[in-house]
Nanobody, 122 residues
Framework: VRLVESGGGLVQAGGSLRLSCAASGTIFSINNMAWYRQAPGKARELVATITSGGIASYADSGKGRFTISRDNAKYTIYLQMNSLKPEDTGVYYC?????????????????WGQGTQVSVSS
C-alpha cells in the first residue's frame, strides 16, 4: 500500500486548504486513517483520525476548524482546513492502518505518506 498526499501550499492566515491522501496498491481493507503534522523543530503530532465507518476525532488544535472525511470506494481521506493560523504551518502526513495476515494471525501495519507542506503566513 502506498499513500500520496496532495493539496498543500502557501495561504494567508484565515484562509483554507483541502488536503487529500490517496491509497494505492494491493488493498483489501484499511482500518483507521489519520492526518499528522510536523512543524519545524517539533515532534510529529496527531491532527485528526477517522475510522473505516467514518467516525472522526480531532486534536484540540483543529477542533471547529478542521474536518476529516473519507471516501472508502477511493481509499482516500481528506482534511478540510479553515481559518488557518500561522501555527498550523508544517508538513502534513497521512497514515493508514492496514490489516496484515501472517499465518493465522492478523496484525496492523502503519503506512505513511511522504507529506505535503502547508505554510500559513501572518
Amino acid at each position: 500500500v502506498r499513500l500520496v498526499e496532495s493539496g498543500g501550499g502557501l495561504v494567508q492566515a484565515g484562509g483554507s486548504l483541502r488536503l487529500s491522501c490517496a491509497a494505492s496498491g494491493t488493498i483489501f481493507s484499511i482500518n483507521n486513517m489519520a492526518w499528522y503534522r510536523q512543524a519545524p523543530g517539533k515532534a510529529r503530532e496527531l491532527v485528526a483520525t477517522i475510522t473505516s465507518g467514518g467516525i472522526a476525532s480531532y486534536a484540540d488544535s483543529g477542533k471547529g476548524r478542521f474536518t476529516i472525511s473519507r471516501d472508502n470506494a477511493k481509499y482516500t481521506i481528506y482534511l478540510q482546513m479553515n481559518s488557518l493560523k500561522p501555527e498550523d504551518t508544517g508538513v502534513y502526513y497521512c497514515k493508514a492502518e492496514v490489516p496484515v495476515l501472517v499465518g493465522s494471525e492478523q496484525f496492523e501495519d502503519d503506512v505513511w505518506g511522504q507529506g505535503t507542506q502547508v505554510s500559513v503566513s501572518s
